[in-house]
């Protein structure tokens, strides 16, 4: 038997070959293997020339300037560090956010509650989305971050950020949004958008696994407390000797995104289509989320009358997700489509797949495949 098909990119993405061999050029005693901090020799001034060459990649797909860019290890510490940086800079405050967030920013938010700051937790509407006039419904006297993903990570939907940012600005309120789905897919200029702090990470878009960074706005400055304490690196907001070969491959990564941006999405987006079409054979199946924009890769489809443990079991010739990857350890129905209104038990019966940059025609005709033979014996079987 052949290896299943991977429709998991949302959960992480292999890393693109071109970002392999520049990695691995930045590793071996005949690479770029410094510390780039070292300032006595030519070894650590062609590491952090490295580093600081990533920074600006980094920062032009974001259209940033390289010094609002600091390096974290991935999303997760980068939501941690905004919602909380944020928090101790300011001393304090109310913070709203949204119920089907990463359990990134949803666990710090929890955190914050604990040390006793007031989280809204705003609500989307049965399309996946987050109102902006929600948004401005939960704002306080006392309210200082706003935190929206810019795409959720279940149902790719995409929420309008511009016109939440807008709204924070007016308010004098800070705006941060989790980009790590739609960061190189979906454009996201940091000086056309009303935005403050910006998570992203590499390995969604074919970088490595443990790399990413927050965009935090120098103008007007936005002030982050440090939450790993050291050697003052990345001006003093993360400390820890910089991952050299983990850096060069998220800005790559992220110039090879940005090269076909376009292009890839279109090929990503028809082939998911396809998928759908072809799944959309089957009585009982919805798309959740589906009349809304969403990320080009992402279908997260509701089969009734069919567990979805039992699904994702029998479905071998794909491999998938359901809800989440973070949370589909638990038995228990996705908070994100619950959140949505979606029922237990079609929550249950609710599958991501996401197609990605490997995914082949052939790849989409053997999922449908799988996918149809094993809905129709299951539901044969009830
Ligand atoms: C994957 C993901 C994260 C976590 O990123 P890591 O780099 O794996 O820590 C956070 N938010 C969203 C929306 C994600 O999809």
Known sequence: MSQAVYLDYAATTPVDPAVVEAMVRHLGPEGTFANPASRSHLYGWLAEEAVENARRQVADVLNADPREIVWTS?????????????????????????????????????????????????????????????????????????????????????????????????NGVLFHTDAAQSVGKLALDVQAMPVDLVSVCAHKVYGPKGIGALYVRRAPDVKVASQIHGGGHERGMRSGTLPTHQIVGMGEAFVLATANRDDEGARIAALRDRLWQGISQLEGVSINGGESPRLPGHLNVAFADVDGEMLLTAMNQVAVSSGSACTSASLEPSYVLKAMGVTDALAHGSIRFSVGRFTSADDIERAVQNVIDVVNRLRKAN
């Open 74 to 170: 991935g999303a997760t510490e980068a939501n941690n560090l905004a919602l909380k940086g944020v928090l101790e800079a300011r001393g304090g405050g109310h913070v709203i956010t949204s119920a089907i967030e990463h359990k990134a920013v949803l666990d710090a938010c929890k955190w914050l509650e604990q040390q006793g700051h007031a989280v809204t937790y705003l609500m989307p509407a049965e399309d996946g989305r987050i109102s902006p006039e929600s948004v401005k419904g939960a704002l306080r006297e006392d309210t200082v971050l706003v935190s929206v993903m810019h795409a959720n990570n279940e149902t790719g939907v995409i929420n309008d950020i511009e016109a939440i940012g807008a709204l924070c600005r007016d």
